[in-house]
Structure formats: structure tokens, C-alpha cells
């Protein structure tokens, strides 16, 4: 069965870059969650998306952003990176047309290195 | 908001152990209840899947419990095998737009 796929799975950028994150749900689910993990922590939220608009918002910092495209993908682009965004960083999705009765599937993240 | 707890912290068990992990969260108004497993440095596998119109859900040696009422979800694992030795994370949402996950279990299981 398919899966969530996230892009790249591994990145290395230095301090002030900027990197942008993909994530390629499931097909027929229709939200997007970004979640981030730093060393040694349970996953925060970041933001998540339905139907192309945001649903919700956590602890996204203002250098990041996200959307999500027609085909329901979804980009966080991250600018003036700092050591401190160095982590993994989780999509899943999920089909609120079934009540998220499926639950959440995650993709295998995305780690994240600034140097 | 939820917030969620599991304990304990870590455990460590000889392979063919019984055991159980437990998970406690705020808010009785839990919409699903999701436990996790994470190996280090890798990603999420989703295990087990409970809706607050369930009480219980089963998957081979796993079988995990909700108890809205308590705030407590237990994750059972029979028979344990090294192969099991990993971070388990219990998560849980209201309505359905976000997961809060728990700080993990880090299991270990010895030969």
C-alpha cells in the first residue's frame, strides 16, 4: 500500500539557508500534518493543512512556512536556518472525510542538519 | 489541549516477558488514540489505532486499551522479543486536527 513520502530524507544546510521540506500524502487524504522532533524529544506540532487551507497551527516559528498544493502534497519551506532546527521533521496525513477514523500515517521524516 | 503522559519513562525486560505501557491524557474528550513505535533515528510505524467508540484493539502480540473515562490507555505486549526493543509513543487527538504525543517508553529487551 502506498505511503506517506517525504523529500528529501536527509539534508544538510548551513546557518541562514534556507531548505524546503516535501511531504506526498496518501492518496484520497486530504490533510497534512508537519511535525518536528528534535534529539531526545516527543514530536511538536508545526501546522497542519485541509484541503489547501491551514487548519491549525502550533509552535511554527515565523522563518517557516508551509502550503499545500492542488494534488494535496505540501512543501515547509525554512529560512535563516538555525543550529537549533536541526531535527527530524515528520508529515503525516490523514482523511477527515472518514472522521480521521484511519488515524494519522507518517512518512519516515525528514532529517534535518544545520551546520 | 491534551496532554499526554506515558510511564514509564524506560524499561527493561528479559525476552518472553509479559509487560505493559501505560499512557494517561487530560482530556476525556478524546476523539482517537494512537500508540506508535519508533526505532532510533527513524520514523513513526503506527501499531495500533483506537477510536472513543472502542474500548480495545488487537494486533498479534499487541493489544492495546482506552479508558476515556480514567484518561488512561495501556499498550500490552506478550511475549516480548528482542526485536521489540524500541521507542513506544502513545498519541492522542481531540477532533482529529492534531496529534499530542506522549514523552515515549524506551523498551528494551533482553536476550
Known amino acids: 500500500a502506498a505511503g506517506v513520502i517525504q523529500s528529501p530524507r536527509h539534508l544538510i544546510k548551513e546557518k541562514r539557508e534556507t531548505a524546503t521540506l516535501k511531504c506526498y500524502p496518501i492518496?484520497?487524504?486530504?490533510?497534512v500534518y508537519w511535525y518536528q522532533q528534535g534529539p531526545g524529544q516527543d514530536p511538536q506540532f508545526l501546522i497542519s493543512f485541509y484541503e489547501k487551507m491551514q487548519s491549525d497551527k502550533g509552535s511554527i516559528p515565523d522563518r517557516f512556512s508551509a502550503q499545500q498544493f492542488s494534488d494535496y502534497h505540501s512543501e515547509l519551506n525554512m529560512s535563516s536556518l538555525e543550529l537549533g532546527d536541526s531535527a527530524l521533521y515528520f508529515c503525516a496525513s490523514s482523511n477527515q472525510g472518514e472522521g480521521w477514523a484511519g488515524g494519522y500515517t507518517f512518512g519516515s521524516g525528514t532529517r534535518l542538519t544545520v551546520v | 489541549k491534551q496532554e499526554v503522559t506515558q510511564i514509564p519513562a524506560a524499561l527493561s525486560v528479559p525476552e518472553g516477558e509479559n509487560l505493559v505501557l501505560n499512557c494517561s491524557f487530560t482530556?476525556?474528550?478524546?476523539?482517537?488514540l494512537q500508540w506508535f513505535r519508533q526505532d532510533p533515528g527513524k520514523g513513526l510505524t503506527s501499531l495500533l489505532l483506537i477510536q472513543s467508540s472502542q474500548r480495545e484493539q488487537t494486533s498479534g502480540r499487541l493489544n492495546a486499551s482506552l479508558d476515556k473515562s480514567s484518561g488512561r490507555s495501556t499498550l500490552y505486549i506478550a511475549a516480548s522479543q528482542p526485536g521489540d526493543s524500541a521507542t513506544y509513543l502513545c498519541?492522542?487527538?481531540?477532533?482529529?486536527?492534531?496529534?499530542?504525543f506522549g514523552t515515549g517508553t524506551s523498551l528494551t529487551v533482553i536476550p
Open positions: 492518496p484520497r487524504h486530504d490533510t
Open positions: 498519541a492522542g487527538a481531540n477532533t482529529g486536527n492534531q496529534f499530542y
Open positions: 482530556d476525556s474528550a478524546i476523539y482517537n
